[in-house]
């Protein structure tokens, strides 16, 4: 059973990089089959899918965040997080990470001076 946490501050101030990792439970992000997943959910608005890590390290990023998104990994934790640079209100959301049918409970960033 995969059990993902997310954590990161809830408030980060415009042009600012909104940072968060996920802390992944019952599953390795090095050896697993899954590739790990971030996903937000801004207010008024449906899922919008950010982009994935595989266990290899490979990126893969929605095309209209990719300028401003990078994943990496912290191995030695089986971690992995979001670092998504340039922010303004249009990013304030709910953040999760995802692997297959495993969510995190979310996280609200809220982006405003």
């Known amino acids: 059973q995969v059990q993902l946490q997310e954590s990161g501050p809830g408030l980060v101030k415009p042009s600012q990089t909104l940072s968060l990792t996920c802390t992944v439970s019952g599953g390795s992000i090095t050896t697993d089959s899954y590739y790990w997943t971030w996903i937000r959910q801004p207010p008024g608005k449906g899922l919008e899918w950010i982009g994935h890590?595989?266990?290899?390290?490979?990126?893969y990023y929605t095309p209209s965040l990719k300028s401003r998104t990078s994943i990496s990994r912290d191995t030695s934790n089986n971690q992995f997080s979001l670092h998504l640079s340039s922010v303004t209100p249009e990013d304030t959301a709910v953040y999760y990470c995802?692997?297959?049918?495993?969510w995190g409970k979310g996280t609200l960033v809220t982006v405003s001076s």
């Open positions: 995802v692997s297959g049918g495993d």
């Open positions: 890590i595989w266990p290899s390290g490979s990126t």
